[in-house]
């Protein structure tokens, strides 16, 4: 008689997206910002309501496929556990992994973190903070042809509209803004902090606290610094964020010849190689 008990799918079938999760390669958001950059009310608020749409599918998306994997390490637990798990297959686990026990440990333990960043980058000069100011619907960051970023910028919704100065030693600096300044006030402010000066330069990150309506389910995006030829140190901040990103976005200047750099994009392609390779997640 056949077993009622439903069978579970496989593990690579619960970890991957179907068109049930209404989550697909063909989710994008294109503007066509010009060399002015500004955005009228119509367009920003359109944009900023595709965003929220777009970013609260895969948030929700995200939450599913944790809390299979957190499963799967679950099952991979009770195997290694059980009595028909044969010693020669934990001792190759251990040789390639160290203590295996650990290491699920710790896997769970970054499943369970709840902030869904999404990290954006581009080429010096592309536009990303017209960008990022058209995906959230506010104009919060300034925007420069004579600079560019030089610190992280990890922009969340809060309802206390505050500025987080960290240092290279993590040393933090609140700045607190009274909830009637608006955009502008945030901007100026930014702007001696975001700015590739000296004092741009004291920050390796800046946190923006913000009401911003479509950075709901712990989404917060990471604006990173421009990528531009000979800067590594600038690149490294940007790869430090790579592998636990749930989308990367990279803005690019259509009117460069040739599009995107050959430089930056081979840089792209083997920091994030390497970075996820030597990553612990790549291995469980």
Known sequence: MASSKKKKPSILRRLAVTESDDISMSDTLTADIHEERTIPEEVRGTACDEAADVLSRVATFDR????????????????????????????????????????????????????????????????????????????????????????????????????????????????????????????????????????GEKYKAVDICWPIACLQNKIMIVDTPGIGPDNDILANRLFEYLPSALAFIYVINPTNAGGVQSDSEYNITMLSYKNLRDSDASKC
């Not at 297959?89 to 251990?94: F, I, L, P, R």
């Not at 600096?173 to 402010?189: C, K, P, S």
């Open 64 to 199: 599913k496929t944790k809390a299979n994997l957190h499963e799967v390490y679950e099952e991979i637990e009770d195997v290694l556990k059980s009595d028909n798990c044969f010693p020669e297959v934990k001792e190759e686990m251990s040789a390639e992994f160290g203590d295996i026990n650990k290491v699920i440990h710790l896997k769970k333990a970054d499943v369970y973190e709840e902030l869904c960043p999404i990290v954006i980058t581009g080429e010096t000069s592309a536009g990303k903070s017209t960008f990022v100011n058209l995906l959230l619907g506010v104009e919060l960051l300034p925007q420069s042809p004579l600079t560019c970023t030089s610190p992280i910028c990890r922009i969340s919704n809060r309802v206390r509209k505050r500025i987080v100065l960290i240092d290279s030693e993590d040393n933090q600096q609140i700045v607190e803004l009274e909830n009637t300044e608006g955009a502008e006030e945030m901007r100026r402010r930014l702007k001696g902090y975001i700015s590739a000066t000296q004092a």
